[in-house]
């Protein structure tokens, strides 16, 4: 005998009804707009209080008493009902409180997406690891990466005597080195949706602390220097994204890079010549930029303040200039394990106090930066210059081709900057360089291409290098990724006799990603110089290692 079971049994339908009702009114939630489902909800809460009332009007009027259920069979007739029925409604009952759920909890998430999500309501943040540390709100309209890199080289070097000693033109002393190559803290991330920004710092730049003395190890310090410190408006109509601040002009798919992900220690001399200029690579202007849907294409154009400075700011009168790069994927597949990459930078702009400085040193970095060796050099007045640097990439599986060639015209070239009284003008000069290598993964991994931004990106190993001891006592490894690559540099300065140095460098290259973080590179360089009358004329050779890590 059990109590009260007629009604609770009562209770139990009315609520399974009323809760199959509202699943049958959710049904075609789809088509409803927010108003209308609300409505919707309403009503079919209303039907169920409805039907809950009726069914207690209608239950035993014994109060208190007992309703036999009989072990099987029929109940009692109008007196009860058997074990059977009574498992039915309790196993239907709860099925449909969980289907009242589901359908409340799909109404809801239909609601929202139908009235859009509103920026800023929800700033609770997760946070991830994406090969560094990722802080965001569910809708994403908010997220905060800090991260940093630490490049730690060891260099040792050799060079003709004629070279570092011949006059003039002879290069210095060219010695052995340990130093950090760059250390660097950054904070990056969106805000309300729509603005991106970058704040990253270097600091390992070096200064001369005595500019009257030439740069010495006795008056070298340290300085911390702003890269990427800018701030971006996304999605613009027509025009796409806009960037303001410290920033990397749109030029050169080696440049666009980040140095992370560099496939050799350095650079091309070509680079180190035209692109970093004594600034890192960073000014300060403003960009538009932009990519097709289908992100097969992309545009940039921006002006920017000419500048010879790591610091970040600049003074002058004009001293402006205009850069832009296109590329093309014209050829994509297996999400890019195979693809051929195409593109075309140019700058136009006025001198930084009327001078023009293109230098290159060795592709190995043997200390500080006021203290490199100039292996090549061209210094004169001019009045504005033009650079192209057309580009092409191909990534076939582990096989990575990359070449650029950097040509420049000045115009108003004048030699030598002092005495005045010797100054001539050259008219318009030209000079070039370039570069082409070839990389392969012994592994099978290929280089990832981010298609928005058209650059390598992080390698990925297909197995992480480790070695530990397991606790049946055998040893686990993995072997991470390895890649071998060679590369041909040159540069040429010497135009209408204002140039320093034509340099051809081969670079052998053996790379060891330990994981996505981490990777240690050793580097092999063979440099030829010529220069004028050929008194420091000669080679430079070098070997060096870097422990690299950026998360």
Not at 444 to 467: M, Q, S, T
Request: net charge neutral; proline share 5%; charged share 20%.
């Amino acid at each position: 005998m059990v109590h009260g079971w007629w009604k609770r049994a009562g209770c139990w339908l009315a609520l399974g009804g009323g809760l199959w009702l509202l699943a049958i009114g959710t049904v075609r939630a789809d088509d409803a707009s927010p108003e209308e489902m609300r409505q919707r909800l309403e009503r079919l809460e209303k039907q169920n209080q409805e039907l809950l009332k009726r069914l207690e009007a209608i239950e035993p009027a014994r109060q208190g008493g007992t309703v036999p259920v009989l072990e099987g069979g029929q109940a009692e007739p109008g007196t009860g009902l058997n074990k059977d029925e009574v498992k039915k409604i309790v196993g239907d009952y709860l099925k449909s409180e969980a289907s009242q759920k589901k359908a409340a909890d799909d109404a809801k998430a239909k609601a929202a997406e139908l009235e859009g999500f509103e920026v800023g309501k929800d700033l609770k943040m997760n946070a991830s690891w994406r090969n560094g540390l990722w802080l965001e709100t569910a809708d994403k309209a908010f997220k905060v990466h800090v991260g940093g890199r630490t490049q730690y080289d060891t260099v040792w070097m050799t060079a003709d005597r004629q070279v570092q000693f011949g006059t003039p033109n002879g290069t210095g002393l060219i010695d052995d080195a340990v130093n950090f190559r760059r250390a660097r803290l950054a904070v990056e991330g969106t805000f309300w949706e729509v603005m991106d920004f970058n704040c990253e710092y270097d600091f390992l730049n070096t200064l001369n602390n005595d500019p009257t003395l030439p740069a010495a190890r006795n008056n070298v310090g340290n300085t911390p220097v702003p890269t990427d410190l800018w701030i971006q408006w996304n999605r613009v109509p027509y025009l796409g994204n806009i960037r303001v601040g410290n920033q990397k002009p749109p030029i050169s798919f080696e440049h666009m890079t980040s140095s992370r992900f560099l496939d050799f220690m350095e650079r091309s001399l070509a680079f180190d010549a035209y692109v970093e200029d004594q600034d890192n690579g960073f000014t300060q202007g403003f960009q538009l930029f932009n990519w097709l849907p289908n992100e097969r294409a992309t545009w940039a154009v921006g002006a920017f303040k000419t500048t010879r400075s790591i610091l970040g700011w600049n003074v002058g009168d004009g001293e402006w200039g205009v850069c832009g790069r296109v590329t093309a994927l014209p050829y994509y597949s297996n999400d890019g394990r195979c693809l051929v990459h195409l593109g075309l930078g140019a700058r136009y702009r006025d001198p930084d106090e009327e001078t023009t400085r293109f230098r290159s040193r060795p592709l190995l970095r043997n200390g500080p930066a006021v203290l490199h060796n100039i292996i090549a050099q061209a210094q004169f007045l001019s009045a504005n210059e033009t650079l192209l640097v057309p580009e092409f990439v191909a990534v076939m599986g582990p096989w990575t081709v990359s070449a650029e060639w950097y040509a420049s015209w000045v115009q108003g070239s004048t030699f030598p900057i002092t005495p005045v009284s010797a100054q001539v003008n050259r008219g318009t000069t030209f000079t070039q360089g370039g570069y082409v290598d070839v990389l392969y993964f012994l592994t099978g991994e290929h280089r990832i291409y981010d298609k928005k931004y058209p650059r390598f990106d992080r390698v990925v190993p297909n197995e992480n290098a480790f070695l530990v001891r397991g606790k049946d006592g055998h040893w686990a490894r993995g072997s991470g990724a390895w890649q071998v690559g060679a590369r041909y540099s040159y540069l040429d300065l010497e135009n209408k006799g204002i140039g320093v140095g034509v340099i051809h460098d081969v670079t052998l290259g053996l790379n060891w990603f330990l994981n996505p973080n981490s990777k240690v590179q050793w580097n092999y360089i063979y440099e030829h110089r010529d220069v004028p009358n050929n008194t420091a004329s000669g080679s430079i050779q070098g070997v060096g290692m870097r422990f690299a890590f950026d998360f």
